[in-house]
């Protein structure tokens, strides 16, 4: 039996590392940057998350399909996504309101089919009424298939208010941890 050169031996496991971190990061885990601070204090500029791409189901890159996922977005998760007015951009924001759910921002609160939404973290918040999705004594109606998204930093956030709401196959996942700054190394709620 002929013996493999160190070389070959190298370049075998650097290809099957390659592999690996590919398959993990389109179908597991993926990090991300913070680039802004619409979602102040939940996330400042500069931190570096790990999202869960598994748990909506992962997206299969060019068929545009997906895996299974484990459990649907819900109110209060932050999640990451596909910016529906610029593909080539990712955003982070907290979900909202999901598919058939009303909307309305009254005195700072938000209420979803005419409640108020008094838990937290939305408690601890003040919602503008800015944009066309968000104006005072508006209420929205969810589609089918999409979501209400807010940023937490309401004064300094682009979000739903003003584009609208976001389609379910734009969901990347959900954001579970801040991994850097070191200092800040903790999960998201």
Request: proline share 7%; glycine share 6%; aromatic share 12%.
């Amino acid at each position: 039996m002929k013996k493999k050169s160190v070389l070959r031996e190298w370049a075998e496991s650097l290809i099957i590392a390659a592999i690996l971190a590919i398959i993990i990061r389109i179908f597991l885990v993926e990090p991300f940057k913070i680039p802004t601070g619409s979602m102040r204090n939940t996330l400042v500029e500069g931190d570096i998350i790990l999202v869960n791409k598994l748990i909506y189901g992962a997206r299969i890159p060019v068929i545009k399909l997906r895996t299974p996922g484990f459990t649907t977005p819900k109110r209060g998760d932050v999640i990451v996504f596909i910016y529906p007015e610029d593909p080539k951009k990712n955003f982070i924001k907290r979900l909202i309101a999901t598919p058939g759910e009303t909307v309305e921002i009254k005195n700072g609160t938000i209420y979803i089919n005419d409640t108020p939404l008094l838990d937290s973290p939305f408690n601890q918040r003040y919602y503008y009424n800015r944009g066309d999705y968000a104006q005072e004594g508006v209420k929205i109606i969810v589609p089918d298939n999409a979501y209400f998204v807010l940023g937490d930093n309401s004064a300094s956030s682009q979000d739903s208010r003003y584009w609208g709401f976001v389609p379910k196959e734009n969901i990347l996942g959900r954001a579970i941890f801040i991994y850097f700054p070191f200092n800040r190394i903790r999960l998201i709620k």
